[in-house]
T-cell receptor
Framework: KAGVTQTPRYLIKTRGQQVTLSCSPI?????VSWYQQTPGQGLQFLFE???????NKGNFPGRFSGRQFSNSRSEMNVSTLELGDSALYLC???????????FGSGTRLTVV | KQEVTQIPAALSVPEGENLVLNCSFT??????LQWFRQDPGKGLTSLLL?????REQTSGRLNASLDKSSGRSTLYIAASQPGDSATYLC??????????FGEGTQLTVNP
């Protein structure tokens, strides 16, 4: 059974640009969540999608957005990149709260 | 607002030692608690999931306990090995679908 796949693994972007990250969940999982990990703030919840609908949202500015497609694949977009957006972005999928979350390997975003 | 604290922040032990990592949370209304391992620059690997109705879970040399009423969980690692060196993260899931993470315990097992 394939795990959670995140692409790309690494990205380098310039301030002011926008970026799109992709996440393919485990087959059959309808919930996809996104987290940002930085040395200073640790792991912080961005948002969660379930059956193409945003079900939960963390405390991030509107520059951070996401969507989910009918096949449960999810994308996350960050517009007008800032240096502080440099982080490891992790995606997790779940088949329900009884089963916990499975994380992908992450996308390392560096903003220069 | 749920807050999760992990103690100690870092731990260095000789190979073969048994060790305990601690996790505490402020809101006992949780659905489950999950322990993860993270190697440098990598994603999270799930180690153990404890449902709110359970008291403990075991997998190999790992045993995790949950005391929901006191807001505490422990991860016990038996006979530690150098390959166990990593950061261990505790996360709780409340009524929403989000996980709230602790800051982690950075474990080093010396040969």
């Amino acid at each position: 059974k394939a795990g959670v796949t995140q692409t790309p693994r690494y990205l380098i972007k310039t301030r002011g640009q926008q970026v799109t990250l992709s996440c393919s969940p485990i087959s059959g999982h309808r919930s996809v969540s996104w987290y940002q990990q930085t040395p200073g703030q640790g792991l912080q919840f961005l948002f969660e999608y379930f059956s193409e609908t945003q079900r939960n949202k963390g405390n991030f500015p509107g520059r951070f957005s996401g969507r989910q497609f009918s096949n449960s694949r999810s994308e996350m977009n960050v517009s007008t990149l800032e240096l502080g957006d440099s982080a490891l972005y992790l995606c997790a999928s779940s088949g329900g709260s009884l089963w916990g979350y499975t994380f992908g390997s992450g996308t390392r975003l560096t903003v220069v | 607002k749920q807050e999760v604290t992990q103690i100690p922040a870092a731990l260095s032990v000789p190979e073969g030692e048994n060790l305990v990592l601690n996790c505490s949370f402020t809101d006992s209304a949780i659905y489950n608690l999950q322990w993860f391992r993270q190697d440098p620059g990598k994603g999270l690997t799930s180690l153990l999931l404890i449902q709110s109705s359970q008291r403990e879970q075991t997998s190999g040399r790992l045993n995790a306990s949950l005391d929901k009423s006191s807001g505490r969980s422990t991860l016990y690692i038996a006979a530690s090995q150098p390959g166990d060196s990593a950061t261990y993260l505790c996360a709780v899931q409340g009524s929403g679908s989000r996980l709230t993470f602790g800051e982690g315990t950075q474990l080093t097992v010396n040969p």
